[in-house]
């Protein structure tokens, strides 16, 4: 049985979709918080549990009979992830799962300036020391957040940022595909009991292109047909202009730190495996900055 956290959501609700392509629905569990929410994974024979990290007397039922379990990351900005990222662990170690595979981020590091990176740094330590084999999908930053990181660039003719940086932007389909290759090849290659597997600890999930944001500009000059200047305005301006648009301060402190953390190198690293797993090109900076609509901020 694979058993699949944060199926409500759009990451893993699409792992639960591309797995559908390779396995029968009767080889899936899906746990939500909110099992109504999860009506359509049910409708599909996908057996649907109740389970909630805040709430671990709700997680052995859930995590029960997993050969793998694909553990979403919490995703409050404002919750101790790490606490119950440490239950969530802790009740797959005492329900004997045989893989546990978890979505992290690009540049996961206790030093990186971005806090939820910190936070993957610090599960997948605590995985390392489960004594579960353990899988950290290591996602790069979501590309449909550029089109809300570059703001309305065609209206304006300009990109503004506190500093510059590359980022490796990697389309969330992409990545949910490839957790469902992976899943599925566990599967495969060990009849079900997935102790074993060839992605072990961390795997780097990247389109194969880390523009800069000068990079990203050029781009948008190439869409629009015009010039798109990048602003680099420093990281306290920045801040002031993104309170005078009424952001709350966390957010914009918050969002600061994706900037520090790319300039910092962390988010630079590209990695084939993606493409490989995929077995076409991921999509690139230039297709998310292409999409019609500016996505929203996640
Ligand atoms: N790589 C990136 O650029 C990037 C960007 C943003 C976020 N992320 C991370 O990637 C994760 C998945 O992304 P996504 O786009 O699928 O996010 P999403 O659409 O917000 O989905 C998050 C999922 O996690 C579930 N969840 C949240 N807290 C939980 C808890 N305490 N116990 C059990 N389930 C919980 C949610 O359940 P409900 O449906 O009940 O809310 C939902 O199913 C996020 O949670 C976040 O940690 C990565």
Do not use: C
Not at 50 to 74: I, K, M, N, T
Not at 135 to 162: C, D, K, M, Q
Not at 164 to 177: K, L, Q, Y
Request: aromatic share 6%; charged share 20%.
């Amino acid at each position: 049985m694979i058993v699949i956290t944060g199926a409500t959501g759009a990451l893993n609700g699409a792992t639960v979709d591309r797995l559908l392509e390779r396995m029968p629905a009767s080889g899936i569990a899906v746990v939500a918080r909110d099992v109504e929410k999860a009506r359509r994974f049910a409708e599909l024979g996908i057996t649907v549990r109740h389970g909630d990290y805040a709430d671990p007397a709700s997680l052995p039922r859930a995590f029960d009979g997993a050969e793998q379990l694909l553990l979403v990351s919490a995703s409050d900005p404002k919750a101790d992830a790490v606490a119950l990222h440490r239950d969530a662990v802790d009740a797959a170690v005492a329900a004997g799962v045989g893989r546990i595979l978890y979505t992290s981020h690009q540049g996961a590091s206790p030093d990186t300036p971005f806090g939820p990176a910190r936070d993957h740094a610090a599960t997948e330590r605590m995985l390392a020391e489960s004594g579960v084999p353990w899988t950290s999908l290591r996602n790069g930053f979501y590309a449909h957040s550029l089109a809300w990181l570059a703001g309305p660039w065609r209206e304006t003719g300009t990109i503004a940022v506190p500093m510059d940086g590359r980022v490796s932007w990697t389309a969330r389909a992409d990545a949910a595909e490839a957790a469902a290759v992976i899943l599925a090849a566990n599967r495969a290659a060990t009849g079900g009991a997935s102790a074993a597997g060839p992605y072990d600890g961390p795997v780097t999930l990247t389109a194969p292109d880390a523009p800069t944001f000068a990079d990203t500009a050029a781009i948008a000059s190439e869409l629009a047909g015009r010039p798109v200047a990048l602003e680099v305005l420093g990281s306290e301006e920045w801040v002031a202009a993104q309170l005078a648009t009424g952001q709350p301060e966390f957010m914009a402190r918050f969002t600061l730190g994706i900037y520090e953390a790319a300039a910092g190198g962390y988010f630079a690293g590209t990695d084939p495996l993606l493409g490989a797993l995929l077995g076409r090109a991921p999509l690139s900076a230039r297709d998310a900055l292409a999409a019609p609509t500016p996505a929203p901020a996640r």
